[in-house]
């Protein structure tokens, strides 16, 4: 989330808990973990032990859309902080359920 996310918030009068911040950076860092959001070689012999660097499962590319997406809802204030927990739990959920698909990466 962004600082002037917060901000804008905050000067409208709706101040979300921090517990409630804390809790949708959490998911949202376990997320970008599982479905490997930012997925690249540190450095060039990282990538030469890469089979494919650029291969990513079709399931956890949709997943990465649809999480860009959401934050972007959020972000511009099209969605309230409770539907973008309550989305990323269901997002949560779907990965726990489909744990063959989704590994973490190592």
Same mark, same amino acid.
């Given at each position: 989330?962004?600082?002037?996310?917060?901000?804008?918030?905050?000067?409208?009068?709706?101040?979300?808990?921090?517990?409630?911040?804390?809790?949708?950076?959490?998911?949202?860092?376990?997320?970008?973990?599982?479905?490997?959001?930012?997925?690249?070689?540190? %450095?060039?012999?990282?990538?030469?032990?890469?089979?494919?660097? %650029?291969?990513?499962?079709?399931?956890?590319?949709?997943?990465?859309?649809?999480?860009?997406?959401?934050?972007?809802?959020?972000?511009?204030?099209?969605?309230? $902080?409770?539907?973008?927990?309550?989305? $990323?739990?269901?997002?949560?959920?779907?990965?726990?359920? %489909?744990?063959?698909?989704?590994?973490?990466?190592?």
């Amino acid at each position: 989330m962004e600082t002037n996310t917060v901000l804008n918030m905050s000067e409208t009068g709706r101040r979300p808990s921090l517990s409630a911040l804390i809790s949708t950076d959490r998911k949202i860092n376990a997320l970008k973990e599982i479905l490997r959001y930012d997925f690249a070689p540190r %450095n060039m012999s990282d990538a030469s032990s890469l089979k494919n660097i %650029n291969y990513v499962p079709s399931p956890m590319r949709a997943k990465v859309i649809e999480l860009k997406g959401l934050s972007a809802q959020y972000n511009n204030g099209l969605i309230t $902080l409770d539907m973008y927990n309550t989305k $990323l739990d269901r997002m949560l959920e779907y990965v726990a359920l %489909n744990g063959e698909i989704f590994q973490k990466a190592s």
